[in-house]
């Protein structure tokens, strides 16, 4: 079910979430049914974590795709890099828009704190689009004890993202995708590069 606006959505529903948005009996995970959050703020409640942000400037659902990534211990496969609406539990714990926003504002060129909504929600899409380009640089620190290593995309001279390979489960199987952890304005991370963006 799709909610018609004048205007372009920004946000897609990833998946049912807890707070009755979509059909109470049907299954925890399906296959993608957008429901679109406008840019009025909020939509049948308060947004879910899950809720999808789509590309700023093509309207897809994706940013960008990585592919197979190899390394030391690392053997990781290919999968679109989605920005989740997300959460923020502190500065290093959290995924996504909301983490983005309230762990990096100042880098992100904000003198107070702003408040969640269309206009932060644009510039921190805006923001991770212009990193998530194609040809750049992926990297992995290789710093995780248990070998869940993050990849990371460099790009020099806009900033670098975080992203952790996630599955969702689907009718059709587990479908990998990357998730946007976190993302700063500025190159920071050393490590070996694994990949290119595709």
Not at 130 to 158: D, T
């Amino acid at each position: 079910m799709t909610t018609t606006l004048k205007s372009r959505p920004i946000l897609t529903l990833r998946k049912p979430a807890a707070t009755k948005i979509e059909n109470d009996a049907g299954p925890r995970f399906v296959e993608l049914r957008p429901r679109v959050l406008g840019p009025w703020w909020p939509n049948n409640g308060y947004p879910s974590p899950d809720w999808l942000i789509k590309h700023p400037t093509t309207g897809a659902n994706e940013y960008c795709v990585l592919p197979n990534l190899k390394g030391p211990g690392l053997d990781l496969c290919s999968g679109a890099a989605l920005l989740l609406y997300g959460e923020h539990w502190s500065r290093h714990n959290g995924y996504g828009y909301v983490h983005i926003l309230k762990g990096h504002w100042r880098e992100l060129g904000y003198r107070k704190q702003p408040e969640l909504g269309p206009e932060s929600l644009s510039r921190v899409a805006k923001f991770v689009s212009q990193v998530l380009k194609s040809k750049m640089r992926i990297l992995c620190e290789f710093s995780e004890m248990k070998k869940n290593h993050r990849p990371l995309v460099v790009n020099g001279i806009v900033g670098t993202v975080w992203l952790e390979l996630r599955f969702e489960s689907t009718p059709h199987g587990r479908e990998p995708y990357y998730s946007v952890i976190t993302a700063i304005p500025k190159k920071q991370g050393a490590g070996s590069e694994i990949g290119r963006v595709i």
